[in-house]
């Protein structure tokens, strides 16, 4: 899922309610000025050797899940991003075995995009959102 997707999905549960209360708003903002951090961080973990699958988590609670790599305390930001991998949410079981290979194939490249797991009081979920150019 696109980032834009589940921004209009998010709109669309609204029933009429002002879309600008959506937290999903905030989190493109606060993405905006990650992007170049974020896509540090997601090179490095490339690099390295890590993983060839990161994923970053986007909350505005603490999560016990990856490393804090950007705090919204520190920054003045509504949302902390976490980096984790592939290889953790298998660990934990937030990916099950038998659906990593459908998680690969809709995986999209981490030199182009951001893989996000978001998450907000009704859930989480996926979302790929490109770093700035």
């Known amino acids: 899922m696109d980032f834009q ?3 209009a999905a998010q709109a669309a549960g609204n029933n009429g309610e002002n879309k600008a209360k959506s937290p999903l708003l905030s989190l493109k903002q606060d993405l905006e000025f ?6 540090e961080v997601s090179g490095e973990m490339l690099a ?3 993983t060839s699958f990161p994923i970053f988590i986007a909350s505005q609670q603490e999560v016990n ?3 804090k790599i950007l705090d919204q305390a520190e920054l003045g930001t ?3 991003i976490y980096g984790s991998s592939l290889e953790e949410f298998l660990d934990r079981g937030l990916i099950k075995d038998d659906r990593k290979d459908f998680f690969i194939k809709k995986y999209k490249d981490p030199n182009e995009f951001m893989c996000l797991f978001v998450v907000v ?3 989480a979920n996926y979302v790929f959102h490109p770093f700035k150019a």
Request: aromatic content about 14%.
């Open 78 to 80: 509504a949302w902390t």
């Open 5 to 7: 997707d589940l921004l």
């Open 48 to 50: 390295e050797e890590y």
């Open 65 to 67: 899940l990856g490393e």
């Open 121 to 123: 009081p009704e859930g």
């Open 34 to 39: 990650y992007s170049e951090s974020i896509k």
